[in-house]
């Protein structure tokens, strides 16, 4: 018989996320041919994106478009989805590893008395098993996990499985709008939100991170780092010490208190290296280091180091970074 | 004001992960509160000093647990409570029922708990809880207040956004970094610790059998990281090595840049 896989697709600042086509990607790893897909989209005045999905998807697309639906509110949320989830009694749901999949995730596992695994970067499957790799200790080990009771519930870390590539050729979505009833009650409501990443790359989405240690000194410090970021698209980062020096907000603290990130490249700027930092770190594919100090550990995991002041490299390479942008798109 | 803390006992964030027999090892190592959950322990602390009351931290884990429970006590929780079994074989789902099933039939104002824990990291067991408990939740919270009528103000995280949440309480709600600087444990503070009400439960004294509780999930293959070997110091000017390394990461590395 065939099995039910439920996506929960995430929009963000009116965009479909990456991660969303990651999380797409595993169920097709995980699926037998006969399963479903259908993915679940919540927003407000989402078309676009339906659209762009439609593109992806052979499935069911179920459309849930309102104006309550506009902010993420988990409350509202989950009741939405749960009734979905009710009709197409689904095998496994897969979500992103994102603020929302994060909290929706467990909400869903304990609705429908699933195990869930979370924050899976890999998977395969080896004899019609489906086995998924996820950090320990931010990284500083791995396991291989499976379900040994269903239902199933994952969420997929950005950036660390492939896209699904759009499936124009044999892409039948069928689009279906759910009328939108809200809770008849709400013990949770979303006063206010301010936007402070709008427009701004995504720390563990961005592939290109430059991050600022205690060598950055103080707040101000973090400009010449936000510039190179700029410069690259990429997004700005910091080590624990930084934060804890209040030099910048703890939403940029990367490490194995705060996020694990995984980009093309790394810079490191006046961060020394300590062990809880390297965790959240040492699998992006690239690490470059800039230290004064040529003892710092960093060097120690560092593809290409620089031993010199921030302060002077670090406007020296977006100088570079610069010409460089300007050969590629006009050579 | 009665207020439960839901912790952990985790690895030192400094601490080196090592395999043997196929089980990360703990020998030598330093066992700490898990960060974000001591975090939990110092609001909770703060929020009786404001309002009265009474914090109980509560964990699911093996005897060792009972040292980090001690440092919450020594801290200034008024009581804590082990549920350690030998025979649990657990995931996020097991440990959320056993936390369920004691926490049912406790009266409570507050839960609260950590964003995650920095040793496993799944991020499940507090937001299953309040589906468990039926009770609202809010994740990563960086400031709380309680209003007179039974409300909570918070802030939450929202991957840096800051969401501005009311809710009616009981409520469980998870800390994320920002939300306090935790206090560290006063001599006189671990002397009266010594004292304080310390219960430990085993799944009997819950009532729950191995059936309710199996873990959904398992653990297939561990393994570590491949080690990153040092690369290259770049030589020159500052200016060369800049213009330097732009120019291998295009041609050693292929980066599109």
Redesign the interface.
Known sequence: MSKSYVIIAEVRDGKLRQVTLEALESVRIAKEDDDLISVIVLGHQISPIVEQLSQYVSGQIHVIDHVDLE??N??IYFTVIKGLLDNLNPHAVFLGH???G??L???I???L???????VIAIEKANAEV?YTR????????????????P?VVTIRPNNITAANADTASSQAEIITIYYSPPPSL???????????SG?V???EAKIVVSGGRGVKNSDGFKPLQELAEV?NGAVGASRAA?DAGYC?????I????KVVTP??YIACGISG???HV?GM??SR???AINKD?EAPI??????????DLF??VP??T???K???AY?NNP | MNIYVILKQTFDTEEKVAILEGDISEDGVKFIINPYDEYAVEEALRLKEQHGGKVIVISVGPNRTAEALKTALAMGVDEAVLISDNQISVDEFSISKILAAYLDKQSYDLILGGNFSIDNGGGQVAIRLSQLLNVPHVASITKIDVTEDDHAVVQRDSEGDIETLIVTLPALFTAQQGLNEPRYPTLPGIMKAKKKPFHQLTLDDLGLSMTEIRAKTERHSLFLPPKRKAGQILQGELTEQASKLVHLLQDADGMII
């Open positions: 902010t993420y988990s409350e994102s603020a929302s994060r909290d995730a467990p909400m596992a304990a609705y008395n699933a195990g869930q695994i979370s924050d086995i950090p320990l200790y931010a990284g500083k080990a791995f396991e291989q996990k499976k379900f040994t009771d269903g199933q013990r949770s409501i979303v006063k206010d939100v301010i936007r402070k990443t701004k995504d720390l563990t690259l934060c907000d703890y939403a940029l603290q490490g194995q208190t705060g093309e490249i300590a062990i809880q965790a040492s699998q690239i690490i470059i040529p060097f120690k995991i560092a593809d290409y180091g620089i031993v010199g002077i490299v020296l390479l100088e570079e970074f010409k460089a942008l590629t």
